[in-house]
Structure formats: C-alpha cells, structure tokens
C-alpha cells in the first residue's frame, strides 16, 4: 500500500509534490472529519491530466472506470500524505463525483464504480460510503473525464 503515494522519477520512487492553487486547498480538517476538494485524473505534480473527454463520446466506460480509478488513488495519497498512514482512515463516509458525458451517454454509476470499488479494495469496509454521481458535459483542467470530491472520518489526534 506504500506505493499508492509514490512516483516513478528518473526510475526512483519518490514522494509526489502537489501542485497548489491559489486560493484552494487539497483537504480541510475539522476535528475528525477532512473535506477533500475535487480531483481529476490529473499528474500531481504536473497537473497534466491523464485522461480528457466526454464519457460515451470521447472515451469508453472503461476508461472512464480507470480515470475515476486514478482520482481514489490520487485521494488516498493525500490521505497518506497527510494523515501519515491510511490506517488513522476510519472511514469514507461520503463520496460526490461529476462525470463528463457524452450527449447519449447515461451509464455514469459504471464509471464512478472504478472509485468506490478501488477505496473498497484498498481500505476494505472502512472504504465503503455513501455517494452521489452526476453527469455534466464540462469539466475543468482541458475537459477531464470525471472529478470526485470526499468527507473522510479519520483518528482524532
């Protein structure tokens, strides 16, 4: 699970930077709780998103699976980041993705499942939440495919 955080630069491993934004932040904690902003599929070092387009237009269900896939890893590396350990994770409790349609295209749970089913894989009950997806047909950073946004409950320090 080390490795969820990490990247690959010059072939050694090494711990992402993220790129900050004025004026927004990646996370807020308030006691026991953190509210993660949105992320895209983006590098979080460049910024440079890994996937652009419209689901069902642009890109399949499966590669909208694997985008959403790559914004549960790019949260729980925050997480880790932040908190030192997902094991001070107590709980997803609640996860509100937007999802980049195609006009037609209308399976936008299959795409927000690449999410859920990874934070239920990596963090096992503890990463099962309740959870809103909508579709959109524009999304920030060159027309991302999908942005999620989560409140975790963690340990109280």
């Known amino acids: 699970m080390d490795s969820i955080n990490r990247v690959i630069k010059n072939g050694v491993e090494t711990e992402p930077v993220y790129k900050k934004k004025r004026g ?3 996370l ?3 006691d026991d709780l953190i509210f993660v902003s949105g ?4 590098d979080q070092i460049t910024g440079v998103p ?3 387009g419209r689901i069902g237009e642009d890109l399949t269900i499966e590669e909208g699976y694997a ?4 914004c549960a890893v790019i949260i729980l ?3 880790k980041d932040t908190l030192g350990s997902l094991d001070k994770v107590k709980r997803i409790i609640k996860a509100f993705g937007l999802v980049n349609c195609g ?3 209308t399976d936008i749970e299959k795409v927000f499942d690449g999410f859920s089913d990874t934070v239920a ?3 096992e009950e503890r990463g099962y939440h309740t959870r809103t997806v909508m579709g959109t047909r524009n999304l920030p950073n060159q027309n991302i495919p999908v942005e999620i946004e989560v409140i975790v409950e963690v340990e109280e320090t």
């Not at 992320?39 to 983006?42: I, K, Q, R, S, T």
């Not at 985008?67 to 790559?70: K, L, N, S």
């Open 103 to 105: 006009k037609d295209f």
């Open 67 to 70: 985008a959403a896939r790559e």
């Open 121 to 123: 894989d990596v963090l």
């Open 28 to 30: 807020r904690r308030t």
């Open 24 to 26: 927004i932040v990646l």
């Open 50 to 52: 890994l996937y652009r």
């Open 77 to 79: 590396g925050a997480l």
């Open 39 to 42: 992320h895209g599929p983006e």
